[in-house]
């Protein structure tokens, strides 16, 4: 009966109790001026109609009522979300304000709710933040996650003043038709996730730069008395301590190097390079390296005598080095490593091959392959010195060319590394990307 009851409020019962009104009325007419047959058809076309456009209502009404039930928990779950959430028409009228928004921008929904955002909202303190989060323009400083033809359309924006690193991802709201009714704008706030990571880098970079001088003067001093005449036993623990350092300033300087990539500061020169000559001049320099592992390395005949591209040639030479030292190290004796260019039939981009006929990979190391400090068990007994940061670097550095590098492997049979890069400047990034996101 409860329910019933908050039916019989909804519009629907109204106009049924004013069927029922004309049906009584029409029926004492009925019995007034009819014989009785006829009275008794008229009624039971009544009492028949009737009976639908009850059944209907209570249908009508009992779907209103689930509507406005699922739309109460709907916002239930859009209230709670940790995400701010703000919703505005195609003349900018906020529509919904959720509660972790008004904790993100410091505005109650009460106050913005129906208020129209303009362009010269930025003027009004209390509204800055917002306008620029709307207006993406006018914020100070904005890096695209996503291309700008694509919906949802992603974007991290900082401030200074306040200190805010959002994260805004964009999508349109659409009607039945498909037509654009309006937006919405889900803000994840990131300012203690990216503080985190910069006291890190930062930590990182102060240590490594401390200990990059102190390694050095150890270095320099070993190499001094390698050439100096010592007896056997000792010339080797000059060697030994060497190796290490030198192993050790490595570290320090990938340290350095993946510091400068998080914060976006590692700094990129794109320079027309023809790719052939450049790729063959690094098999050259790996040629030693391979010979002391007893590995031949080559490269295919490329298809095209000059194949052109922009890139960073510092940059990408650590690449294509990581690259191949990792393919000559976990190779096996009288092994070989070839590495290949060609261009995608189906897009503009070159695609490099690194391959080898070495140790393979387990599909649990190819999962983490990229990540920072990862090394394979199996990388770990053939190779105990190393960092696990070198492709890690790699990858990023691929990715601020506009590329992307995917790897097959095959447990004790080899492994293929492909990368790709734009035949088309326009397709590099723009700037720098933070790269824990």
């Known amino acids: 009966m409860k329910n019933f009851r908050g039916y019989v409020k909804l519009p629907e019962m109204k106009i049924f109790w004013l069927f029922l009104f004309l049906a009584m009325l029409i029926l004492a007419v009925d019995v007034a001026y009819l014989n009785p047959f006829w009275t008794a058809v008229s009624a039971a076309i009544l009492i028949s109609v009737g009976a639908i456009m009850f059944a209907a209502n209570i249908r009508a009404a009992g779907t209103k009522v689930q509507l406005v039930n699922e739309k109460r928990r709907v916002d239930n779950i859009i209230s709670s979300m940790s995400d701010g959430v703000v919703v505005y028409d195609q003349e900018f009228s906020v529509k919904l304000f959720n509660r972790a928004a008004e904790g993100i921008f410091g505005i109650t929904p009460a106050e913005i709710i129906g208020q129209k955002i303009s362009p010269e909202s930025v003027k009004n303190p209390r509204l800055e933040v917002l ?255 190393g960092s696990g940061l070198g492709l890690y670097m790699v990858k990023n550095i691929i990715r601020r060319h506009g590329g992307e590098i995917r790897v097959e492997s095959v447990l004790n049979r080899g492994t293929s590394f492909y990368f790709t890069i734009p035949t088309d400047a326009s397709l590099i990034p723009q700037r720098e990307m933070a790269v824990n996101d």
């Open 131 to 385: 306008a620029k989060v709307i207006f993406q323009s006018l914020a100070p400083q904005i890096i695209h996650r996503s291309n700008d033809s694509e919906y949802p359309q992603i974007v991290d924006i900082s401030f200074e003043d306040p200190h805010l690193e959002l994260r805004v991802s964009t999508d349109r709201m659409t009607d039945e038709r498909g037509n654009i009714t309006g937006f919405l704008k889900i803000i994840r706030d990131r300012t203690r996730e990216v503080d985190l990571v910069r006291a890190k880098s930062d930590f990182i970079t102060v240590a490594a730069h401390q200990l990059r001088t102190p390694l050095s003067a150890v270095n320099w001093a070993l190499q001094g008395l390698k050439g100096e005449k010592l007896e056997a036993g000792a010339l080797d623990l000059v060697s030994t301590g060497l190796a290490a350092s030198g192993n050790l300033l490595k570290i320090v300087e990938d340290l350095l190097n993946v510091a400068k990539i998080e914060e976006g500061k590692f700094g990129y020169n794109f320079q027309k390079t023809d790719l052939v000559a450049f790729l063959q001049s690094l098999i050259e320099q790996a040629s030693p390296v391979a010979k002391e592992y007893s590995v031949k390395v080559y490269m295919e005949p490329p298809q095209e005598q000059v194949m052109e591209a922009d890139i960073d040639v510092e940059r990408m030479s650590l690449v294509l080095a990581n690259l191949l030292e990792n393919a000559i190290k976990y190779n096996v004796s009288n092994g070989q490593v070839v590495l290949g260019l060609s261009r995608k039939p189906d897009a503009p981009y070159f695609e490099v091959r690194v391959s080898d006929t070495g140790m393979g990979m387990s599909q649990e190391t190819l999962n983490k392959l990229f990540t920072k400090f990862y090394r394979g068990e199996n990388a770990l007994t053939k190779e105990a010195n």
